[in-house]
């Protein structure tokens, strides 16, 4: 049974960067398509990023476009998604999913395994 587990995540200043790891374990990462999503209190889960399962094709939300990067090193089974110029309104717990598929999608909805979430707070 396929595992995600985000790490990474902590308390950044405005302006700031992190970088936020998903271990997958139990099957190969290339497996997936993999995408990231956030929430925030009193909020709807929003797509923030996904990759295909090549890593060649990356896609971002308008909010983000810029400031974040994803990418994957299957070798070591793991998503990573930096984040830079952090703002307050990015603050959120970032949770990656994985979708068995080749290519990755923006909604929620399509993903079949999601990891616990990892909480960043962005302080203004």
């Known amino acids: 049974q396929v595992q995600l587990v985000e790490s990474g995540g902590g308390l950044v200043q405005a302006g700031g960067s992190l970088r936020l790891s998903c271990a997958v374990s139990?099957?190969?990462?290339?497996?997936?398509?993999m995408g990231w999503f956030r929430q925030a209190p009193g909020k709807e889960r929003e797509f923030v990023g996904a990759i295909n399962r090549s890593g060649i094709n990356v896609y971002y939300a308008d909010s983000v476009k810029g400031r974040f990067t994803i990418s994957r090193d299957d070798a070591k089974n793991t998503v990573y998604l930096q984040m830079s110029s952090l703002k307050p309104e990015d603050t959120a717990v970032y949770y990656c999913?994985?979708?068995?598929?080749?290519?990755?999608?923006?909604?929620?909805?399509?993903?079949?395994?999601w990891g616990q979430g990892t909480q960043v707070t962005v302080s203004s």
């Open positions: 139990g099957r190969p990462s290339s497996t997936y398509a």
């Open positions: 999913a994985a979708v068995m598929a080749r290519n990755a999608a923006r909604v929620a909805l399509e993903y079949d395994v």
